[in-house]
């Protein structure tokens, strides 16, 4: 049964994320793009980084943040640079 909380939590917490990034949408701060698909994206991405980092204890945690930070950005923006 945790398990069914926990996949719960995950749809919910995916629902949330994809209704902020459509709200960004509509209010113009974001570009056009697939909340669903964004919102996994994070997602993914928060729930694999903590492992990345614990397993590469050589990661330089600035450069990796800011990547992150970029790819992200990047992948959002209404006006590319």
């Not at 049964?1 to 974001?30: C, I, K, S, V």
């Not at 698909?37 to 204890?57: F, K």
Request: proline share 5%; no cysteine; glycine share 4%.
């Amino acid at each position: 049964m945790p398990h069914l909380w926990a996949e719960g939590q995950r749809n919910a917490t995916l629902d949330e994320l994809a209704d902020m990034f459509r709200d960004g949408r509509q209010a113009g701060e974001y570009r056009k793009f697939a909340p669903r698909v964004m919102a996994l994206a994070l997602m993914a991405t928060l729930e694999n980084v903590p492992r990345e980092l614990m397993e590469r204890s050589d990661t330089k945690l600035e450069t990796f943040t800011t990547e992150l930070a970029d790819l992200f950005d990047h992948a959002t923006r209404k006006d590319a640079p």
